[in-house]
């Protein structure tokens, strides 16, 4: 293990479940099958989606780029952590570190943006039905997700920069199971207050900007919800939303929760715990509260089938 003073360091070794040493064949089986389901439903969204007519629709296409996304996500870290409970050494290298942190923080940072683009695609729906159509074009659609991904990238970039340009020399022991902004911070030499700061502040900012466009549209959406002359257009207006704000307050309540403390108050166990909830628990959680139970996009599941069944047949 390699573990110096004034030498550079050029791997890490994690230690987020060597705590859990009998369980990690356990561990392993229950992982692996929660993955294949995640990555099993998200293809079915998504080829269900891109097949069927019915659901080329703004909201349909923005939940087809955030289940891709999660696959995404999901990959960026799930398959180590799975082959590390297999093995013996569980290691990483200094680059392979830096590169699963930039990618994880990337996809993580667009996805915040993502839910507040699918929250304002919500507001239009409801608040301005008539020209749902116009407000909501493809074009406008494919812009919102390419302003996510530009500023998911470019915090991405800045926080990996300035994280992987301190010193290493100390230590390579990582109390984690992948590389997360605070474990790594942990095992720098010396970290200027400014750079935590600078972390600090891009993180609230992520959370917190699209946090605050989602609350603005949910406060348009509910007032105008409560003008609804039949109980039964409220419940169908409130349903359609219910989806994305059960998958928000998880999301930026994980989030916050992880990057929103203060130092003094850093746990490794809790954020290993956390952490296997957003990249295991929330993405598994998130096609069937988005999908699985919803309606139009069953109906659309079943004429899928049942068109893939008579091709098959001829």
Known sequence: ME????????????????SLAELQLLLFAIFLSLYLFTLSTNAVIV?????????????????????????????????????????????????????????????????????????????????????????MGHRVCVGLVAAACVCGFTVAQVITSLVFRLPFRSSNQLHHFFCDISPVLQLASHHPHSTQITIFLLCALVLVIPLFLILVSYIHIISTIL????????????????????????????????????????????????????????????????SLRNKDFKSALHRVIGRTVTLRQH
């Open 3 to 18: 573990c110096v003073n004034d030498t550079v360091v050029r791997e890490f070794v994690f230690l987020g479940f060597s």
């Open 47 to 135: 080829s269900t989606i891109v097949l069927d007519r019915a659901l080329h629709t703004p909201m349909y296409f923005f939940l087809s780029v955030l289940s891709c996304s999660e696959t995404c996500y999901t990959f960026v870290i799930v398959p180590k952590m799975l082959v590390d409970l297999l093995a013996r050494k569980k290691s990483i290298s200094f680059l392979g570190c830096a590169i699963q942190m930039f990618t994880f923080l990337f996809l993580g940072c667009s996805h915040s943006f993502l839910l507040a683009a699918m929250g304002y695609d919500r507001y239009v729906a409801i608040c301005h039905p008539l020209r749902y159509t116009v407000l």
């Open 227 to 290: 003008q609804f002359p039949s109980t039964l257009g409220r419940y169908k207006a409130f349903s359609t939303c219910a989806s994305h704000l059960i998958v928000v307050i998880v999301h930026y309540g994980c989030a916050s929760f992880i990057y929103l403390r203060p130092k003094s108050s850093y746990s490794s166990s809790q954020d290993a715990l956390i952490s296997v909830s957003y990249t295991i628990l929330t993405p598994l959680f998130n096609p069937v509260i988005y």
